[in-house]
């Protein structure tokens, strides 16, 4: 049973810095595809990123390229996202997911904010 716990989330002010992290259980997580989306209130949810199995590959959205990086551990089986210089249409509830599928866990709320 695949199970995706993400944290890391909470208040930061503009120009701020945070780092989701997504700790993956229930499958082979260095055999997966991975993602991070984002849904903010009133909105549907909206990719953020992408990296491949091993980590060689990774893709941004325009909204946050040259801002957010998106890496994994495979040994620790964990996903992240270093988010830097926040603005606040950055807020928003992140979720990890396998590439593939729409399955995500309960995610964790982003709020940039002065």
């Known amino acids: 049973q695949v199970r995706l716990v993400e944290s890391g989330g909470g208040l930061v002010q503009p120009g701020g810095s945070l780092r989701l992290s997504c700790a993956a259980s229930?499958?082979?997580?260095?055999?997966?595809?991975m993602k991070w989306v984002r849904q903010a209130p009133g909105k549907g949810l909206e990719w953020v990123s992408y990296i491949n199995e091993g980590g060689s590959s990774t893709m941004y959205a325009d909204s946050v390229k040259g801002r957010f990086t998106i890496s994994r551990d495979n040994a620790k089986n964990k996903l992240y996202l270093q988010m830097n210089n926040l603005k606040p249409e950055d807020t928003a509830v992140y979720y990890c997911a396998q590439w593939g599928s729409n399955s995500r866990g309960p995610g964790t709320q982003v709020t940039v904010s002065s």
């Open positions: 229930g499958f082979t997580f260095s055999f997966y595809e």
